[in-house]
C-alpha cells in the first residue's frame, strides 16, 4: 500500500496546525471532512479558543495526547519550528499540505523516524483512496 493510504488507515489523532476557524478556509474544510470520516481532529492555532467544536492549542507542545499526524497549514518557511515540535511529541507522521513544501524539515523528520507527506491534501487523498 502506498504511503499516504497507509498513514490515513492507521493513524485515529491528527494535529491540524494552522487550523482556521473560518469554514470557507482550506484547513477548515479539510479538518471539518476528516472529523466526519472518524479522525479526532487537534486544532492547534493560537488565536482560537474552539475550533469544529475542539479546543484549540497554541503549539503541539500543549496538546496533552499522543499526537497520530501533524497536519501542517502554514507557509512553507514556518514548517520547520512545528517539524521539531512534531519530533519532540513523538508523533508518528508529518504531513505538509498542498502548496507547503520544506525539504530539510522533511529530511529532519524522516532522520527521527516520522514519515513524511509533503505538497498533498489529506482529504484529497482520502477521497482519491476511498477510504
Not at 24 to 51: D, F, H, Q, T, W
Request: contains cysteine; charged residues 25%.
Amino acid at each position: 500500500m502506498e504511503l499516504t493510504g497507509e498513514i490515513l488507515k492507521n493513524s485515529r489523532v491528527i494535529a491540524v496546525v494552522g487550523l482556521s476557524a473560518n469554514p470557507e478556509r482550506p484547513s477548515n474544510i479539510v479538518a471539518a471532512y476528516l472529523k466526519g470520516k472518524g479522525y479526532k481532529i487537534i486544532p492547534v492555532n493560537p488565536g482560537e479558543k474552539m475550533i469544529l467544536g475542539e479546543t484549540s492549542y497554541a503549539d503541539l507542545a500543549s496538546i496533552a495526547e499522543k499526537v497520530d499526524v501533524v497536519d501542517i497549514f502554514r507557509k512553507s518557511e514556518d514548517v520547520p519550528p512545528i517539524v521539531e515540535q512534531a519530533i519532540s511529541i513523538g508523533a508518528k507522521t508529518v504531513w505538509m499540505q498542498e502548496g507547503v513544501v520544506n525539504p530539510s524539515s522533511a529530511a529532519a523528520a524522516e532522520k527521527a523516524g516520522l514519515k513524511v507527506v509533503m505538497d498533498k491534501c489529506m482529504r484529497k487523498e482520502h477521497m482519491r483512496l476511498n477510504l
